[in-house]
């Protein structure tokens, strides 16, 4: 079971202006075979099937409680797209073309199948799909295709973030790369207890440090890289059986923190009623912001 | 952002032994077009892009907060979908057979690719799929489909029902059928506050009631269909403007309780190591198990 | 069985000139999961596939009627992508480059694959797939999808609408929201007479008039709004059990009219003979209409 | 457009009991690659997006011709699908098991998603994809590859008939096989007048005479096998410039004949009400259709 | 078995800039329904399934040998995409936007997901599939198919070709459209000898001649539309009973030549450090040869 | 280009009977996400796409000749599973059901869409997909991913192999188990050699010995493991800039065997006449033959 928090996991900027091809782009970052959807699902379906909680259960905890993270990344990214996505309409009549700017952008579901709003797709609109996950039942090979994924949702990361320079993007890639590099860092040290290989050596894949990208970089100068954060309230308390010692970049003592993140608040999204979203009139919407007041 | 609670929704009875098939068939109500991973994601993406979300907040609360019971439903035929397979192999030397139950089962991948546990996937191993999510950002067309899509749901889980008298399977679908009724009200009374159509009149569909299954029954004599949890520590109280009145069908007072059910244990499910699941000699869990512990 | 009537439903204008990007966009509404071939293939698949015709006969007439009229709908659809296309190609040597103006065009399909016409497939030229057809077999369920199906196609019928201003795809929207319009209402009223709820009263869906778009409102003006035709000779007369009585938005007389709209002629496409289409040059064009008419 | 007429191509024997997995398989002749669905659609969409129509109105007429009689082919197939599946569920109250035989039977889908009818997929239920449509616009490929759509079906049908025994399977391929076997003859002879070359000396592909199966040799006696209808009032006219002379195999004269076969009557299908088919207890089945009656 | 030769059958030029969008649509030929992948797929798993090889072994060693030639031409495919991605990055530091031409270009994956090399998938991104494999184990039927195959390959090679006249993309073309005439009046001739039939009259389909365009008429010149390469050491010999007499066009004698075409040398493609590609400084690069070269 | 070499990599046997169930699990081995053919394609396309060969050489000529062995793998699993279907079809009159075994077999497609041979599909019947194939550019990563690839597919063999002991699936899996153990152990040394972490040290995965298999631990004990194959005549020599040293298992010395193994016969496969495979009568293969051999 979860309980929400109506927050995003850092304080996100909204662009000045709509900037659909970007927030096609960014779509690979959410509904990608690297994508969060895939690193959030990997690891909640392996939490699921877990077989042998007992004697293993700090592993269980981590990858369980990584699973609880990515449902904010996932958030944080789909909050990005709605946000490449604001104003992405003109303020015009249904009978003129409010619509053009669907007709050259990349993803031509933006605007007609979403509400201007994120897709759980890629940045070519495949559909993010349940064979994506992997989970074989054998810890150490699961714990591999996590440490793998990792590096690969890294890469394309960074990528994306080479093709914008819209802020927002910007600012949502900078956290996820640090906090991905705690979850590649995380599985690599699970690795090495169960195998005795060091695999934080191979760290960072690819070999471009996180401190080159500025956005990256205040993360890390927070010591966000350095912090695993336990979210639930009372379970997954293992996980400091395998997320101590020190950070195998910067020789810093890791440490395991208790609940989420502070977080910012969620995006306040205009409507854009020329494309009946959210549906109403002004009028309308006032009216019946009245009456669920009143009806209780 | 979320808390995990490592609880299940409710407790679950372990099958005397595994039964591949009926665990094939319980996955079209975990990853099939009208699965609790349709739901979950459905509802999830809605809050993700809600746009209006001032004048609108109820609505956008409701919809949340049902997206995050789904992620325990989701859990909780996860969880189905195990104890079916539990003990689905032969303890006999991997130069042996002890996979051979897979070869006559409806579903190999449980055998081959999963560690006998559940896929994101339907009954037919066809992956769950990104599409499936409904999200056009108009509110009202939203919620009838929100609406359509726990009917489908519920007319299928009867249908998984009906096909399988496993125990396990039906506390899980008579626990369902009561929780997504309540989901179906929930939609039926937002449309109804937004459009003046009766829209709970229509329910139940199918029109055959929960109490005629004895697993739902117990569920509905509990209280449960007149309960709306609030899934959230702080957020979505807004969901009283609308989870109010009387229950369409038994005239009885609708309550919002806050915070989750009180739930079940997680399921202790058993290694299986003729499948190298999770992969590792009694010796060796218990060695690494000792390390875990050592290291701190 | 059908017999096929060489016509369109309406008479629809050619371009001026071609308009790829605003063909791509238009497969939304023959192959998206809310196109034509959708409707079509629903209606007509629920038609083959209803138990209980004898007490439910009104609805099975209701509902394979519909499917009949959808199959002039997808042909209306594809017409226009065809009519967008028209001219696509520069008439220039093959070892030239007719075709560059594919290479920046939104699908190239369009261009490969087909003889720049319609692809069965949607704007991001994924194509239509069978499992987009929900048949339950519940009567109910069935008819609550298809009332929720045409307000969805209706929404992205406007969006498209609002995404361009080509005259021809403007003409086609404008029929078929009308068009749409009466099969919305017509299961809305199947679904009044089996359970009682006033349907009716949530249309439009989206809300926004017919009347906003002036190519709608011209065939409201001509009443289409209230007719539902019998695509058949000797059949489905009982359609008259439902679509009877006042139009819920105009209070006008519905009406039931035996056999097809008069409709227009096929469009009249040019060949692109630099692309093969249909592959024979005029002179051989020529000889073979010469054989053809001979050899009898 | 179309006109629908309500009747099946022949007449369809009922078989005694339900026979799951011959639906299965029959399903490939259905929505398989080549299916019935694929010839529907790939001539209907070729007579959609023909272009040269004034010098080529005979292949036209032909295509699109076809195309009208594939409708009756989908529906012979659904019909056969449904037929095979009457009964498959047993008569007991929803809290037994009355689809207990979907848990073994090939497809769960027919027991779960539909309502114990044809799926568009095939027999492994993959759906039916838009993109088994090939419409190149150059009209000797396209009639090459309907040609060799044609004897691919062949083969299949062939197969199929080879899985099952059961009468109603095997009176709808003896009678496709015939009708299969026209359209590659009249495909074969357009090539023919467009080439030169003697395609049709290379029938029947594969090499098993139709007169081999007892359910299509009466239908050759019948000399079905030189007849082209013509599904049209009005149109396609022309088919008599390609489908005339001789049938290649047994020297005969062909003949177009004006209008549908006689065909047999639509199957009456059971209810299945433990299963929510059509989902009215025979009372409230009674009584809305009383009220359909009254409301006029 | 295979032996692999590194070397492409032709020289090919590098383009002095990269052209993104022509490697987009290239793509087609590639990994398309009918791209090589397909040719090579088809006709290599038609070996391996192939029955009768006793009695029909030049008709195995046919399709065998050609498969061989098939893989030669996915990766001159391959490496014109890869040609035509050459330098598509800025020579920019990561934190700038070096993948800046990646958000306009066809096909985001170019630049996400491969290192700016050649995917596995069509002109819009669809990824090759395996169903695209016909074969059917009737030997008309599958040389049917592949010469229906070769006919759909040549016209795609000769759209893109009308598409783009970069010298890269039309260097391959030409190349291949005199290979495919090959393949093609081979599997006629094939045809020709198991039924009688004068299949070869047909080509070319589309009529349009490899003569047209200059890039094929050099080729051709060079008798290469004569010769059928046997890619083998050892096997396949028997294909000189099928390739054998004359051309169907020039008349001139058909020739089997041992082993392969004489081919150029792999493209050096250029490093792009900016996107990690291949990932390592140009010390690293140096110093991690050096250690390759010592450790022996 | 390749050459290729008609034989199989190992002597496989004959099965007594067919084993169509067997059949359709082994296909997981060819065509699923960890099959032979996403080893094949994703070193192939990896060798296709290397960009910076020049410094680094011995990782492509070790890509590129991991790939030429796969190809071999390929065709040995589509020999097993031809073997596995070999007689599988009864020896009966079309007109009776020849093909009643595949009315309960597993893969319909089987019997009906290949004439009882390899399908490129895994073992639920989904086709191997383009996006199986992994290549990001960055080195360390696409060989992270070809490590993992290879454990991923050592898993599911061993599955394979627990699910069935028919003697041809068994050899087959028993050789493959020892390639594939050679290939995850030569990327692991690649990945030692990049980055200094000692990865074959996490060998085996699943941590399983070979040895437990009798039919790999007779190619153990011939040295099978420490051997790689160099699958040219000319090229791929660096190979041994990598393939060196001692074996991590045991310690004796790796080396490099230029050519491929000695290999095995291919199989003779039955024809199965009443199934339409070759699709010739006895007195016709006779015949072709004779005219073959005379015509030249």
Not at 200 to 208: F, G, N, V, Y
Request: include cysteine.
């Amino acid at each position: 079971m979860i309980l929400r928090i109506d927050k995003l996991q850092i304080e996100l900027p909204m662009p000045k202006e709509a900037d659909p091809d970007a927030a096609a782009v960014v779509q690979e970052l959410l509904g990608g075979r690297f994508g969060e959807m895939s690193t959030l699902m990997n690891y909640t379906f392996q939490s699921f099937n877990f077989r042998g909680k007992k004697e293993l259960k700090p592993f269980y905890d981590l990858i369980a409680n990584i699973g609880a993270e990515e449902y904010g990344h996932v958030e944080l990214v789909a909050a990005t797209v709605n946000a490449l996505l604001n104003g992405a309409s003109r303020k015009e009549d249904p009978s003129q073309t409010p619509l053009a700017p669907g007709l050259k952008a990349r993803n031509t579901h933006h605007f007609i199948v979403t509400g201007q709003g994120a897709l759980v797709a890629n940045s070519m609109n495949t559909p993010w799909q349940g064979d994506y996950v992997f989970n074989s039942g054998d810890l150490v090979l699961d714990l591999l295709h996590n440490f793998f994924l990792e590096c690969g949702a890294r890469l394309h990361k960074i990528r994306v973030y080479e093709m914008t320079s819209n802020p927002v993007a910007r600012e949502m890639i900078g956290y996820l790369l640090v906090r991905g590099g705690v979850h590649a860092t995380a599985y690599a040290k699970a690795l090495e207890i169960l195998t005795g290989v060091n695999v934080t050596k191979m760290l960072p894949i690819p070999k471009i440090e996180n401190s080159r990208f500025p956005e990256a970089r205040k993360y890390e100068e927070a010591g966000q890289h350095r912090k695993l954060y336990r979210f639930s309230l009372e379970d997954y308390r293992d996980i400091v059986r395998i997320w101590k010692g020190t950070h195998p970049q910067d020789g810093q003592p890791l440490e395991v923190v208790d609940g989420t993140p502070p977080g910012g608040p969620q995006l306040d999204l205009d409507e854009a009623p020329e494309a009946s979203i959210p549906g109403f009139a002004p009028e309308e919407l006032h009216e019946i912001a009245q009456r669920l007041l009143k009806e209780l």
